[in-house]
């Protein structure tokens, strides 16, 4: 069974910087989209940023410019540095593996992140 392992989450002030970062096993990493997702109280799972198997990303149009996604196909994980953070960042944060169908079928248990004003 996939398995997807989030790491680096936690309380940060307003401006600060947060990495996340997921180890994934269990699964062929190397042709597999990776990608971080995040879940506000009281609202839907979005997409944060994806990243393909060999390295294109897609961000979500309000983060682009503060949130880099990246992967380490030698280690099995996927990274998000989230810079100038906002109270409106929090939540918490998900990491999900594709389908090759393109689906997203694996999940994290999450990691929260809290940023104070």
């Known amino acids: 069974q996939v398995q997807l392992v989030e790491s680096g989450g936690g309380l940060v002030q307003a401006g600060g910087s ?3 970062s997921c180890a994934a096993s ?7 989209a990776m990608g971080w997702f995040r879940q506000a109280p009281e609202k839907q799972r979005e997409l944060v940023a994806s990243i393909t198997n060999i390295g294109y990303t897609n961000y ?7 949130f880099t996604i990246s992967r380490d196909n030698a280690k099995n994980t996927v990274d998000l540095q989230m810079n100038n953070l906002k109270p409106e960042d929090t939540g918490i944060y998900y990491c999900a593996a594709a389908r090759q169908s393109g689906s997203w079928a694996y999940w994290g248990q999450g990691t929260q992140v809290t ?3």
């Not at 979500?60 to 503060?66: E, Q, T």
Request: charged share 25%; aromatic share 4%; no cysteine.
């Open 26 to 32: 269990r699964i062929l990493f190397s042709s597999a």
């Open 18 to 20: 947060l990495r996340l």
């Open 115 to 117: 940023v104070s004003s």
């Open 60 to 66: 979500a149009d309000s983060l682009k410019g503060r």
